[in-house]
């Protein structure tokens, strides 16, 4: 996006950022030279770096150089001068007073924070994690929801459209629908259709699989899209769907498919087998309007091979299978378009009551999630960032509870302070800015963590056919996020201890009896670790309710046996395979292939495979309802395979027998049912083999059973088992398939599978292959993935309320001395001093737990569906939780408890 | 850090030092020497940022920028350095800079110094190897 100007400038920071510095700096010549010599660094830094990171480097960098220089030269000039000057100009320098005060105090807040180097590296560590967390959440939230996508010109004004029914969902839309909408002039300037599609394009080693969309000759223009070759599609004359036989290839495509070849345009390429001609090749920006897909091509919806087995996709109101794209007008608002959209659609709900009686339809702004997945994104998103923000308060409460001690520590200081004049606003802001500090520093090593771990992320590596990539680096965005947060932060931790500090009176700090004598402190203190205590038990609950859930998943009985089984898919309709005619034999072949591979144990094809988020649905007539005369059906999950498909994932035999050779065309239909499908028999599941059933339809072929198998989890883990029916591929035909393989031993097959393949036929196309116990991990992805989060982020928190808590027990012991040391001196043994002090600690965390288990209950309702079935209050959890916690407070305290018994009581009393 | 200012080598407690007292020229610090020498070997490029680089290149501790433009105002208030106020380039946002010079009283401070140097060492040439042999 980022095209020259006419002028090339040399790239500099923000004028804004160039303001702060400049009046960081001294006034003059020297002020302007040393602006000027980090303008340079700044230049030079961002020209030589490397990454996309390197601005974001070079602007913390200017940053960091011109507060440092407002430090070690501005200030010492100014005192200088004033020195030079004399006192006789001590009132033309009352105008520099704030700055210099400001500056004068920033120096002595860096200074008290370097004398206490523990405490300070601890804060700053709590805050970078705090902070850390939630801006690498937030980095995913910007990515999701809030980068504009590539390539795609004023995105403000491009919409999408979605089908409503009684005013709920974002669902596809109808081509009558949308023609009437395209007739309306108005808000829209532009309508465009889209839908998926997937090629395979001949390559010499071997077809290559390519996701790209099917769109109208609009879809470009609705997107101010610019060709970087060639033009883009052109409309044909009877319709909007565009002219046939074209391609537009992604920039990415015709580099690495087609190695960057300059006379592509016009040249031929072979998709699905057969030719098209490549018209145009787009900006190297733009890569589609889904966020992280790579498009690989475009290809004119005309030439669509749904429009083409069904044409009445075009002429039947009741059939939804594109997607709408939209253009603003100039000046127009989404507002004023989706009214307008409204009105087309109650005005096609009367004339077609049939077919579009509680349609409506819906407008959002495009965005990188598409409408109709951003609701369930936003809700993970939204969970997630609930998470890191408990854990950014958990932190805050900690570091402010250092605060406060510090600022008690001090009281003398401070006491000294405000006795010889120093006002107390002046006070409150030494302290806040020694919390601005802590959290700029926290801010800066959070935002670096953060970039790290996002890095870290790789959705490429997720076992989905399309190229899924991300552009995951930071940008001015979420820096600023962070950056905010971190000012925030301040406050909040800033606030506590300053307000406490300069509302206390100087005397009793200097005379010795101190502001502990007033008890708002311990309170303060007390209520840090309660809101810790609390933050930490809601993610440990969490994490542990998700730890859980995994462990039940894995207890489940899912029917088959899914490790050593590799997979890779394949699809015959793409590669000029026409029916079963030409695929069997083709297929028969493979397999045949296949298990020759030494160490292949049984391989098998099927259309469908357990626990891979996907069914296919449909109703059998059992023979004595169809003799009835019952015109219903038996509901049914459905599945084609061959022969070895049970062996290979070892699903059991329960009775009769598997599909052989013989159960192919010609020969009676045959099925396999599920245990549940023989269960649910009308006749009883002693009556089922041998059975008879008509299927698919009311009057569709008769089919045997000959056997019955053990259920399996077909789409997701928290199935309930459904009635399942297999029939052999080779008398129901499916050229959409799986290709699976079991490893006797350990070995990876992945290579010697695709080799194998490609043998017999080498232009096929496969997707990557991957390992059954990958593909059905899918369906536990969020769980695993909350767990993990839970687990890491609550550990971090747990670790941080034990460090809050063994501050205030320590700081508690080091009050109470004279106290222990009296009791002691009276007879009290050590051991009851310790279990006194173990107690209190218990007392102080108590309350803390019980309002961190119900938030961390709450947040686990929230996230109920992904529990498995869990009980948001499962008691092992619960119970785990506390144990934790409680092992945590023991621990926490029991150094400060046996330092405190240990104590000679007669040097506890001199002391005092 | 010790200074070549004399003083310390001529105290009431050290009657027995060679050295002259120093004329009150000689005065000149530590980093004041580094800033000068510094200046001296950034001959096509004598602005306050090449100067900090000569000096990131050899010297054993690093010089923070303030203490750099602190110490060329005061070598300019001592008149060791002079300067001449330029317009700055595009890529420094148009912000002047100063080109400077040492001047004739520089750069006889700075063989002063040297020359102290060497009379302080001499004589010292077994204890200096053996310096050497350590390091």
């Given at each position: 996006?980022?095209?020259?100007?006419?002028?090339?400038?040399?790239?500099?920071?923000?004028?804004?950022?160039?303001?702060?510095?400049?009046?960081?700096?001294?006034?003059?010549?020297?002020?302007?030279?040393?602006?000027?010599?980090?303008?340079?660094?700044?230049?030079?830094?961002?020209?030589?770096?490397?990454?996309?990171?390197?601005?974001?480097?070079?602007?913390s960098?200017?940053?960091?150089?011109?507060?440092?220089?407002?430090?070690?030269?501005?200030?010492?000039?100014?005192?200088?001068?004033?020195?030079?000057?004399?006192?006789?100009?001590?009132?033309?320098?009352?105008?520099?007073?704030?700055?210099?005060?400001?500056?004068?105090?920033?120096?002595?807040?860096?200074?008290?924070?370097?004398r206490?180097?523990?405490?300070?590296?601890?804060?700053?560590?709590?805050?970078?994690?705090?902070?850390?967390a939630?801006?690498?959440?937030?980095?995913?939230?910007?990515?999701?929801?809030?980068?504009?996508?590539?390539?795609?010109?004023?995105?403000d004004?491009?919409?999408?459209?979605?089908?409503?029914?009684?005013?709920?969902?974002?669902?596809?839309?109808?081509?009558?629908?949308?023609?009437?909408?395209?007739?309306?002039?108005?808000?829209?300037?532009?309508?465009?259709?889209?839908?998926?599609?997937?090629?395979?394009?001949?390559?010499?080693?071997?077809?290559?699989?390519?996701?790209?969309?099917?769109?109208?000759?609009?879809?470009?223009?609705?997107?101010g899209?610019?060709?970087?070759?060639?033009r883009?599609?052109?409309?044909?004359?009877?319709?909007?769907?565009?002219?046939?036989?074209?391609?537009?290839?992604?920039?990415?495509?015709?580099?690495?498919?087609?190695?960057?070849?300059?006379?592509?345009?016009?040249?031929?390429?072979?998709?699905?087998?057969?030719?098209?001609?490549?018209?145009?090749?787009?900006?190297?920006?733009?890569?589609?309007?889904?966020?992280?897909?790579?498009?690989?091509?475009?290809?004119?919806?005309?030439?669509?091979?749904?429009?083409?087995?069904?044409?009445?996709?075009?002429?039947?109101?009741?059939?939804?299978?594109?997607?709408?794209?939209?253009?603003?007008?100039?000046?127009?608002?989404?507002?004023?378009?989706?009214?307008?959209?409204?009105?087309?659609?109650?005005?096609?709900?009367?004339?077609?009551?049939?077919?579009?009686?509680?349609?409506?339809?819906?407008?959002?702004?495009?965005?990188?999630?598409?409408?109709?997945?951003?609701?369930?994104?936003?809700?993970?998103?939204?969970?997630?960032?609930?998470?890191?923000?408990?854990?950014?308060?958990?932190?805050?409460?900690?570091?402010?509870?250092?605060?406060?001690?510090?600022?008690?520590?001090?009281?003398?200081?401070?006491?000294?302070?405000?006795?010889?004049?120093?006002?107390?606003?002046?006070?409150?802001?030494?302290l806040?800015?020694?919390?601005?500090?802590?959290?700029l520093?926290?801010?800066a090593?959070?935002?670096?963590?953060?970039?790290?771990?996002?890095?870290?992320?790789?959705?490429?590596r997720?076992?989905?056919?399309?190229?899924?990539?991300?552009?995951?680096?930071?940008d001015?965005?979420?820096?600023?996020?962070?950056?905010?947060?971190?000012?925030?932060?301040?406050?909040?931790?800033?606030l506590?201890?300053?307000?406490?500090?300069?509302?206390?009176?100087?005397?009793?700090?200097?005379?010795?009896?101190?502001?502990?004598?007033?008890?708002?402190?311990?309170?303060w203190r007390?209520?840090?670790?309660?809101?810790?205590?609390?933050?930490?038990?809601?993610?440990?609950?969490?994490?542990?309710?998700?730890?859980?859930?995994?462990?039940?998943?894995s207890?489940?009985?899912?029917?088959?046996?899914?490790?050593?089984?590799?997979?890779?898919?394949?699809?015959?309709?793409?590669?000029?395979?026409?029916?079963?005619?030409?695929?069997?034999?083709?297929l028969?072949?493979?397999?045949?292939?296949?298990?020759?591979?030494?160490?292949?144990e049984?391989?098998?094809?099927?259309?469908?495979l357990?626990?891979?988020?996907?069914?296919?649905?449909t109703?059998?007539?059992?023979?004595?309802?169809?003799?009835?005369?019952?015109?219903?059906?038996?509901?049914?999950?459905?599945?084609?395979?061959?022969?070895?498909?049970?062996?290979?994932?070892?699903?059991?035999?329960?009775?009769?027998?598997?599909?052989?050779?013989?159960?192919r065309?010609?020969?009676?239909?045959?099925?396999?049912?599920?245990?549940?499908?023989?269960?649910?028999?009308?006749?009883?599941?002693?009556?089922?083999?041998?059975?008879?059933?008509?299927?698919?339809?009311?009057?569709?072929?008769?089919?045997?059973?000959?056997?019955?198998?053990?259920?399996?989890?077909?789409?997701?883990?928290?199935?309930?088992?459904?009635?399942?029916?297999?029939?052999?591929?080779?008398?129901?035909y499916?050229?959409?398939?799986?290709?699976?393989?079991?490893?006797?031993?350990?070995?990876?097959?992945?290579?010697?599978?695709?080799?194998?393949?490609?043998?017999?036929?080498?232009?096929?196309?496969?997707?990557?292959?991957?390992?059954?116990?990958?593909?059905?991990?899918?369906?536990?992805?969020p769980?695993?993935?909350?767990?993990?989060?839970?687990?890491?982020?609550?550990?971090?928190?747990?670790?941080?309320?034990?460090?809050?808590?063994?501050?205030?027990?320590?700081?508690?012991?080091?009050q109470?001395?004279?106290?222990?040391?009296?009791?002691?001196?009276?007879?009290?043994?050590?051991?009851?001093?310790?279990?006194?002090?173990?107690?209190?600690a218990?007392?102080?965390?108590?309350?803390?737990?019980?309002?961190?288990?119900?938030?961390?209950?709450?947040?686990?309702?929230?996230?109920?569906?992904?529990?498995?079935?869990?009980?948001?209050?499962?008691?092992?959890?619960?119970?785990?939780?506390?144990?934790?916690?409680?092992?945590?407070?023991?621990?926490a305290?029991?150094?400060?408890?046996?330092?405190?018994?240990?104590?000679?009581?007669?040097?506890?009393?001199?002391?005092? | 850090?010790?200074?070549?200012?004399?003083?310390?080598?001529?105290?009431?407690?050290?009657?027995?030092?060679?050295?002259?007292?120093?004329?009150?020229?000689?005065?000149?610090?530590?980093?004041?020497?580094?800033?000068?020498?510094?200046?001296?070997?950034?001959?096509?490029?004598?602005?306050?940022?090449?100067?900090?680089?000569?000096?990131?290149?050899?010297?054993?501790?690093?010089?923070?920028?303030?203490?750099?433009y602190?110490?060329?105002?005061?070598?300019?208030?001592?008149?060791?350095?002079?300067?001449?106020?330029?317009?700055?380039?595009?890529?420094?946002?148009?912000?002047?800079?100063?080109?400077?010079?040492?001047?004739?009283?520089?750069?006889?401070?700075?063989?002063?110094?040297?020359?102290?140097?060497?009379?302080?060492?001499?004589?010292?040439?077994?204890?200096?190897?053996?310096?050497?042999?350590?390091?």
């Amino acid at each position: 996006m980022n095209r020259p100007g006419p002028e090339p400038r040399p790239r500099l920071p923000p004028r804004w950022l160039r303001a702060i510095a400049r009046l960081l700096l001294p006034a003059g010549l020297g002020g302007d030279q040393a602006l000027g010599d980090l303008l340079e660094d700044f230049r030079l830094r961002v020209t030589d770096g490397a990454g996309s990171g390197r601005v974001l480097l070079a602007t913390s960098a200017f940053l960091s150089s011109a507060l440092a220089l407002a430090v070690t030269y501005s200030l010492p000039s100014r005192w200088r001068s004033r020195r030079d000057a004399g006192p006789g100009h001590a009132k033309e320098n009352r105008t520099m007073t704030l700055s210099t005060g400001a500056l004068l105090d920033l120096r002595t807040a860096a200074r008290s924070l370097r004398r206490r180097p523990l405490l300070t590296a601890v804060a700053v560590l709590s805050l970078a994690i705090g902070l850390g967390a939630t801006t690498a959440i937030f980095s995913l939230v910007n990515v999701l929801f809030l980068r504009p996508l590539p390539g795609i010109s004023d995105q403000d004004r491009v919409v999408e459209i979605g089908r409503t029914r009684q005013g709920q969902g974002f669902d596809s839309f109808n081509y009558l629908d949308f023609r009437d909408l395209r007739q309306r002039d108005g808000a829209l300037e532009e309508l465009a259709l889209w839908s998926s599609g997937d090629w395979s394009l001949a390559a010499e080693d071997g077809g290559r699989r390519m996701a790209g969309l099917y769109v109208t000759p609009s879809y470009f223009r609705a997107l101010g899209v610019r060709p970087s070759r060639g033009r883009l599609l052109n409309e044909r004359a009877e319709d909007e769907l565009g002219e046939r036989g074209v391609v537009v290839l992604s920039h990415r495509t015709w580099q690495s498919e087609l190695g960057g070849d300059e006379g592509v345009i016009g040249s031929e390429i072979l998709l699905n087998r057969r030719s098209y001609r490549v018209v145009s090749v787009t900006d190297p920006a733009f890569q589609g309007h889904v966020g992280g897909v790579q498009m690989a091509l475009f290809m004119p919806m005309s030439d669509s091979p749904t429009l083409e087995s069904s044409p009445e996709h075009l002429t039947d109101r009741r059939i939804m299978a594109f997607n709408v794209l939209g253009r603003l007008a100039p000046g127009r608002t989404a507002a004023e378009a989706e009214a307008q959209v409204r009105t087309v659609m109650r005005n096609l709900a009367e004339t077609y009551p049939d077919s579009n009686a509680e349609r409506g339809a819906g407008i959002v702004p495009l965005g990188p999630v598409p409408g109709a997945g951003r609701g369930p994104a936003g809700g993970f998103m939204t969970l997630l960032m609930a998470l890191v923000v408990v854990l950014l308060c958990a932190t805050c409460a900690n570091v402010a509870g250092i605060q406060t001690a510090r600022a008690l520590a001090r009281e003398r200081e401070l006491g000294t302070r405000l006795a010889l004049g120093c006002g107390r606003g002046r006070l409150l802001r030494l302290l806040m800015l020694e919390a601005l500090l802590l959290a700029l520093a926290g801010g800066a090593i959070g935002f670096a963590l953060a970039t790290v771990v996002v890095r870290a992320l790789d959705f490429r590596r997720l076992p989905v056919p399309v190229s899924f990539q991300l552009d995951l680096s930071p940008d001015l965005r979420v820096f600023g996020f962070c950056f905010v947060l971190a000012l925030l932060a301040a406050v909040l931790l800033g606030l506590p201890a300053a307000w406490q500090a300069s509302t206390r009176p100087a005397g009793p700090a200097l005379v010795g009896g101190g502001w502990r004598a007033a008890g708002t402190a311990s309170r303060w203190r007390r209520v840090f670790v309660g809101v810790q205590v609390a933050g930490a038990s809601a993610l440990a609950l969490v994490a542990g309710l998700f730890l859980r859930s995994l462990e039940q998943a894995s207890q489940i009985q899912t029917g088959f046996d899914p490790s050593g089984v590799v997979l890779t898919g394949l699809d015959l309709s793409l590669e000029g395979y026409e029916g079963a005619a030409e695929g069997l034999p083709l297929l028969e072949r493979v397999l045949e292939r296949v298990e020759g591979i030494p160490g292949v144990e049984r391989a098998a094809l099927s259309k469908d495979l357990p626990l891979d988020l996907a069914s296919h649905g449909t109703g059998v007539v059992p023979e004595s309802w169809d003799a009835a005369g019952e015109r219903r059906y038996f509901g049914v999950d459905t599945n084609q395979v061959t022969p070895g498909y049970f062996e290979t994932l070892r699903v059991p035999l329960l009775q009769g027998r598997l599909f052989e050779e013989r159960d192919r065309e010609g020969a009676e239909s045959v099925a396999v049912v599920s245990r549940t499908f023989a269960e649910r028999w009308p006749e009883g599941r002693d009556a089922v083999l041998g059975a008879r059933f008509r299927y698919g339809s009311l009057d569709g072929p008769w089919v045997s059973v000959i056997g019955v198998v053990e259920d399996t989890k077909n789409q997701m883990l928290m199935d309930s088992a459904e009635p399942f029916v297999y029939l052999p591929l080779a008398q129901e035909y499916e050229p959409r398939l799986t290709l699976v393989a079991r490893a006797g031993g350990e070995q990876d097959l992945s290579d010697e599978l695709r080799q194998a393949v490609l043998e017999i036929d080498p232009s096929l196309s496969l997707t990557p292959v991957i390992t059954l116990v990958q593909l059905t991990g899918l369906g536990t992805l969020p769980q695993r993935m909350a767990a993990i989060l839970g687990a890491v982020v609550g550990s971090f928190a747990l670790l941080l309320a034990g460090l809050g808590i063994y501050g205030v027990v320590a700081f508690q012991v080091t009050q109470r001395s004279r106290e222990i040391g009296l009791r002691m001196a009276l007879g009290e043994v050590r051991g009851a001093v310790t279990r006194r002090i173990l107690r209190g600690a218990f007392r102080l965390v108590l309350p803390g737990l019980v309002v961190g288990g119900l938030l961390g209950a709450g947040l686990a309702r929230l996230l109920r569906s992904l529990l498995l079935g869990l009980s948001p209050l499962d008691p092992t959890a619960v119970v785990a939780v506390a144990v934790t916690v409680g092992a945590l407070v023991t621990l926490a305290s029991l150094f400060p408890a046996r330092r405190a018994a240990s104590v000679d009581p007669a040097v506890a009393l001199r002391n005092e | 850090m010790y200074t070549l200012s004399g003083a310390r080598t001529a105290t009431p407690e050290n009657p027995t030092s060679e050295i002259d007292p120093m004329p009150k020229s000689f005065v000149i610090g530590e980093l004041e020497q580094i800033v000068l020498l510094a200046l001296l070997r950034t001959r096509d490029q004598p602005y306050a940022r090449s100067i900090h680089r000569a000096i990131a290149e050899v010297a054993p501790r690093p010089v923070s920028r303030g203490a750099l433009y602190r110490t060329l105002d005061r070598l300019e208030g001592k008149g060791y350095v002079a300067s001449e106020v330029e317009d700055g380039p595009l890529e420094r946002g148009g912000m002047a800079r100063r080109r400077y010079r040492a001047t004739p009283a520089g750069i006889a401070v700075l063989q002063e110094a040297r020359t102290l140097l060497r009379r302080l060492w001499s004589g010292l040439d077994a204890f200096a190897d053996e310096i050497e042999a350590e390091s």
